[in-house]
DNA sequence: ATAGACATGTAAGGGGTTACATGATTTA
DNA sequence: TAAATCATGTAACCCCTTACATGTCTAT
């Protein structure tokens, strides 16, 4: 028995269908909506990689026809695609990567004037606490989801955890940009 | 008159060379030691890069004889090289983009037996909490560097705040980490 | 002598984003 | 009737990592 071996972006695919069956479409808009903040992936990636996905048995699909729209290719994971995401989800993580403009921008902020640097902080700062109340309807959301028992235990506890790390990585990020500002403010007056 | 236009990782480089004249090699250590929390690059990336900069009058070099090794190429930022570096990081920054195997597993744990997620996690937290440890050995040293008189005040502040970012993002990992054992736990009796 | 750190580069291949191509349905 | 959303897919290109190629110096 051979062991399918994916990437992770594909197994991030696969995890979106194994939540809940979903069409191609709906996983690109999974992705762009509640998983963006750890792993993305665009059209270009999504519908390949469920057609191959399909040939090696790991999703099956069904066409269904839309609300509206044109028909729908809905795919469901099977048992053989359970146990490839299952296998790779129970071994240790490799280290996140983050390729973060904010922070190469900031090694030159000790070379800026402090009011541009005041500003721009508070301009990211903004932008990060509009993520977070974001994130944070999207979690009362998922609350109301499971009391209506619209969703199960096991897709709820996934859900939950990828929620509460992007609200843990904005609240943080706030205190970053807050912590900056004290920073270049406590260096003014020695100019 | 043209506007250099580099993209992040290029600028990342030339922030490097900001922060003090380094060779290629150094600037390679300094991604993997001090910059890969936020942004990385090879000697596939940085060589060229620097090559290129000199041919567009960014940054220039001398050719030093090594305490111990071959002869090194020690790059400088030009005037133009500052000019360009700080018109770009005075422009509000887009976007954290970061691919977290982790949470892409972390989908997957409400399909995996308690046990086996808590030992998961455990493991997870402690290489955050080393990873943690590392950053504050460098800010420690950071400092020191600075009392010493060994970095300007302009490079200290850049530096200090990508590392005030790293141990702020490994802070908040771990604290994820222990919520997620929280959530996995007070579930296990229910089964 | 041999391993490991120091040092500079090139080349190839794989991964991932973006743009393109097409079309149905609903709402303003 | 035009725009927005729903829907499926392909193709090209760019980026970036990884492996390759070469060589010096120091310490064991």
């Known amino acids: 028995m051979r062991r399918t071996i994916l990437q992770m972006v594909e197994y991030a695919i696969l995890s979106s269908v194994a939540l809940g069956p979903k069409s191609g479409y709906d996983v690109a808009g999974w992705f762009e909506r509640v998983a963006s903040h750890f792993?993305?992936?665009?059209y270009g990636r999504v519908y390949p990689a469920l057609g191959r996905f399909e040939e090696e048995g790991l999703v099956v699909h069904e066409t269904l026809p839309s609300e509206r729209g044109p028909e729908r290719k809905v795919y469901s994971i099977t048992g053989k695609g359970k146990e490839a995401l299952l296998a790779w989800s129970g071994e240790p993580a490799s280290e996140p990567k983050t390729r973060d403009e904010q922070l190469v921008k900031a090694l030159s902020y000790g070379f800026l004037p402090p009011e541009t640097v005041l500003e721009l902080l508070r301009v990211a700062r903004e932008l990060?606490?509009?993520?977070?109340?974001?994130f944070r309807r999207l979690e009362r959301g998922l609350e109301k989801q499971r009391a209506d028992g619209g969703i199960s235990d096991d897709a709820y506890i996934g859900t939950r955890l990828t929620l509460m790390r992007g609200i843990g990585v904005k609240e943080s990020y706030i205190k970053w940009c807050e912590e900056a500002s004290t920073l270049v403010t406590s260096r003014e007056p020695l100019r």
Chains 1, 2 share one sequence.
């Open 128 to 134: 990060h606490a509009e993520k977070l109340a974001y």
């Open 39 to 42: 792993c993305s992936a665009g």
